[in-house]
């Protein structure tokens, strides 16, 4: 039998336990553990009209419906839907709004996050609010009557600003909008936005959740049963799901979610205070880090502080290029959340899409530097960092 993945059950496993098990039963034909690939559009019916619980895969495909189970469980949600990649998710949220309907997002968001509401959902007449929800205050200032949703990302990428989402949840209990967190940088290890008040809980699955940077896909968890209806309606009809091969990827690797989290996070910990102490660097953010402004609501909040660190050198924007181009073991590349570090520019990589006045506005500086940190021996991550400072 399925372990209960109902968030209301007060008996539930662990999230290791449910990150091996929810939703998934070995095989009742071959005893098979591993979830089997449905590599099928579509399924024979034994007569008209009348099908055994799937009938076209774009609607509804085996492998996928335990993923979905999968992740809802891990999320604490009723409800889990997956996507082919998490523009594909938001994208779905956003189909929820009508013409003239009002957004109030975070400021500093993920890349392609601005140029799906600027550049396609805007010129839908779609109205968007951008504000520092570092202060809750400002979040209610920005509602308007028209306002249908509330988007953070917290920690923000790639400033790594933090929003109090239970705060902001009550601003959309009172003013009638939804609330959405994009959980993407933390994972539901480390951060249960719906425990918190949120609506919805959103995931680039491609990150973290997968882990191998193997796999594009995303995801939306929920328990509300209005929202979920509507939904599964949306993800049917615009038809933006992974195939079962990619929904197989990412159950694959959520099995070891806890395990490579804790791994992240002590790597990123030990490196974010190498670099603190570093003569070439003026800045590190990251919320493990007791100078982080938002210290206190990181360690309230988030189980741990994460894999992501952003810096900044005591060097032009020339020197910054060639130190992210100069390491071995941080791999020079846009993605973030697999199992191998990664080192990338924002401002000419993943927010290459934001204008330089909009970079400039919330802080992004040219010189940004990001950091994806991975599982390997943080012996030999802070040396590979230490050669790059050296050739400065």
Known sequence: MKLQTDPRDTARPHFETLAVHAGQDPDPATGAIMPAI???STYVQPDVGVHKGYEYSRTG???RSVLEANLAALEGARFGLAFASGCAAAATILHLLEAGDHVVAMDDLYGGTYRLFDNVFA????TFSYVDMTDPARVEEAVTPRTRLIWIETPTNP????ADIAAVADIGRRTGARVVVDNTFMTPYLQRPLELGADLSLHSTT????????VIGGCVMTSDPELHERLAYLQNAI?????????WLVLRGIKTLALRMERHVQNA?????????HPHVTR???????????FDLASRQMRLPGGMISLELDADLDAARRFAAGTRVFSLAESLGGVESLIEIPAAMTHAAMTPERRRAVGVADGLIRLSVGIEHPDDLIADLETAFSRL
């Open 38 to 40: 449905y590599q099928t």
């Open 61 to 63: 495909n085996p492998t």
């Open 123 to 126: 010129q839908q007449a779609l």
């Open 159 to 162: 400033l790594l600003k933090l």
């Open 207 to 214: 990150k973290y959740l997968n882990g191998h940077s193997d």
């Open 239 to 247: 038809g933006a799901v992974p195939g079962p091969m990619d929904a």
């Open 269 to 277: 910990q030990r490196i974010a205070e190498y670099l603190e102490g």
């Open 284 to 294: 590190v953010i990251y919320p493990g880090l007791r100078s982080h402004p938002q």
